[in-house]
């Protein structure tokens, strides 16, 4: 895989995921030399994202599956006058 002009190793795989967005959903961990970095997309352009980029994807999918759970204890519940 070249990245900014690098070729760099992939050691790992994981899903980037974007609200809204079906693309750059792909996320690697790559070997750059003797150094593990990881390796996202914009647009179909590999970058090395700041770690800060990564933790606040982070937060977003902590936030998703918050919200997600409210809604579906909600889901459970009867509404009120309703068998």
Not at 19 to 28: R, T
Not at 37 to 53: E, T
Request: aromatic share 10%; charged share 35%.
């Amino acid at each position: 895989m070249i990245v900014e002009g690098k070729e760099v190793k992939v050691l790992f795989e994981f899903p980037v995921l974007y609200q809204g967005w079906e693309c750059d959903n792909i996320g690697y961990l790559v070997l750059d030399g003797n150094k593990k970095r990881i390796v996202m997309s914009s647009h179909g352009c590999n970058f090395f994202p700041k770690n800060k980029v990564i933790e606040e994807k982070m937060k977003e999918y902590r936030n998703a599956i918050r919200l997600t759970k409210i809604a579906l204890k909600q889901s459970y519940e009867k509404t009120e006058g309703k068998k």
